[in-house]
């Protein structure tokens, strides 16, 4: 029931762009990005709720594909403030289905 | 404004002693509670949510227990921790299905 999230890890330059991806087996619901920082709690960055839906806020965007078992977050033009690992919880499609489980996480390293 | 209040922030219990973590949430009412656990340098592992006073989902058996006594409260229990127990323990609120999880700043828990 575990989203699994690719890659684990990676390691930008300032400036550079990843894409990290989210898929699950099941369709989905929703799917939400949070990033964490180290020793602090995760901090929402977006929600997606529809089929090929796609959201931006700054430089960070995502994506939630027609069939909605699958999502990607865009980071471009990466800051160091970018820095973290970042989480895709999901949830699955279905009434009465309240339980929101989250990857194991791809922590994020931007250089200068 | 909606604000989530967990405590304490830190805690070292000793194995076999009992546990207690209360989360509150103000601002809202009758929202969807969740319980998570973060071991050091892992991803978050639900371990209960809530959907309405007196109803409690377990993710995971284990000597952990919930309780939501109060539409706003959501408290954390065991009868006797183990070295196992030891983590990062966030709890978190959301209004509804289509809205984003907010989490309160966790419980670092050392059991020695």
């Known amino acids: 029931q575990q989203p699994v999230q690719s890659p684990q890890a990676v390691i930008l330059r300032e400036g550079e762009d990843a894409v990290i991806n989210c898929s699950s087996s099941k369709a989905l619901y929703s799917v939400h990005w949070y990033r964490q920082k180290h020793g602090e709690a995760p901090v929402f960055l977006m929600i997606l709720l529809k089929g090929g839906e796609q959201k931006g806020h700054e430089k960070i965007s995502a994506s939630f594909n027609e069939k909605k078992q699958q999502s990607s977050l865009y980071l471009t033009a990466s800051q160091l403030s970018y820095s973290g690992t970042y989480f895709c919880?999901?949830?699955?499609?279905?009434?009465?289905?309240?339980?929101?489980?989250f990857g194991k996480g791809t922590k994020l390293s931007v250089i200068p | 404004s909606q604000t989530i209040h967990q405590w304490p922030a830190t805690l070292v219990q000793p194995v076999g002693s009992p546990l207690s973590l209360e989360c509150t949430v103000e601002g809202t009412s009758n929202p969807n509670l969740y319980w998570y656990r973060q071991a050091a340098g892992r991803g978050l592992q639900l371990l209960f949510y809530s959907v309405g006073i007196g109803q409690i989902s377990s993710e995971v058996p284990q000597n952990l227990s919930a309780s939501r006594p109060q539409d706003r409260q959501f408290i954390l229990s065991s009868k006797k921790l183990l070295l196992s127990d030891s983590g990062f323990y966030l709890c978190?609120?959301?209004?509804?299905?289509?809205?984003?999880?907010?989490f309160g700043n966790g419980t670092r828990l050392t059991v020695t």
């Open positions: 978190a609120w959301r209004r509804d299905r289509d809205s984003p999880l907010h």
């Open positions: 919880g999901t949830e699955f499609a279905g009434a009465g289905s309240y339980q929101l489980t």
